[in-house]
């Protein structure tokens, strides 16, 4: 199911050009959440991504532990870190999240990449379980040295009703608002179920909504 969908997301990315660069996508995650507590926390990052010029460069970072109490009550402890590095500068935090996740519960960290102007860069702080995802988008502004965050929650599915459909962050507009696509659903293939095109995410205002329709007739 999620391979199917990470190849449709990469068709609407292709047709979305030129809002969105190249799709490379820089991954990390924490596995599910459970088993034997954790002493010393487990830190796992994802590679490098830095703009043309190499002046800018960014990794996420995640820790994840359990102690003997996490572990009786299935819980595990996540910090999720966006880090930020520039010419001639250490690595320095440009964002942390922290979670008390469930088990069957996957945190991860997507690096989605550089607006079009690459004066913004945006990553994913994500939750799983089973096959949904909450997107929780991470957004830098290099002119301000600013970091925008804000859960994307159900803000699109309370719009587009249920027909099981997943959101895929795409990508980050010049203006700093993170880009989605809804794929039509893996579970129903009737016409309303289909396609319900590029969708923007104003983390400041909190405001969602559809920019642009990728195939079909119909959405709801």
Not at 48 to 54: A, C, L, Q, R
Not at 109 to 126: C, M, N, T
């Amino acid at each position: 199911m999620k391979r199917l969908s990470l190849k449709l997301g990469l068709v609407y990315f292709l047709l979305s050009a030129p809002l969105l660069q190249a799709l490379s996508t820089y991954s990390v995650d924490t596995g599910e959440c459970g088993g034997e507590p954790i002493l010393q926390p487990s830190i796992s990052k994802t590679p490098v991504k830095s703009n043309k010029s190499e002046s800018v460069k960014f990794y996420g970072q995640l820790e994840f532990r359990r102690s003997a109490e996490d572990a009786k009550s299935e819980h595990c402890h996540v910090t999720a870190r966006l880090m930020i590095g520039m010419t001639d500068e250490a690595f320095r935090e440009a964002k942390h999240v922290e979670w008390d996740t469930e088990n069957g519960e996957i945190a991860g960290i997507d690096l989605v990449g550089f607006s079009p102007d690459e004066s913004k860069f945006a990553a994913d702080f994500w939750l799983a379980e089973g096959d949904g995802k909450t997107h929780n988008p991470v957004i830098y502004d290099l002119p301000s040295r600013t970091t925008a965050y804000r859960s994307l929650g159900d803000l699109i599915q309370k719009i587009i009703h249920g027909c099981d459909q997943n959101e895929d962050f795409l990508g980050v507009t010049n203006s700093a608002e993170a880009i989605f696509a809804i794929p039509p659903s893996e579970y129903s293939d009737t016409p309303d179920c289909g396609d319900k095109g590029l969708w923007h995410f104003n983390l400041k205002t909190g405001r969602v909504y559809r920019v642009k329709r990728i195939s079909g007739i119909h959405w709801k």
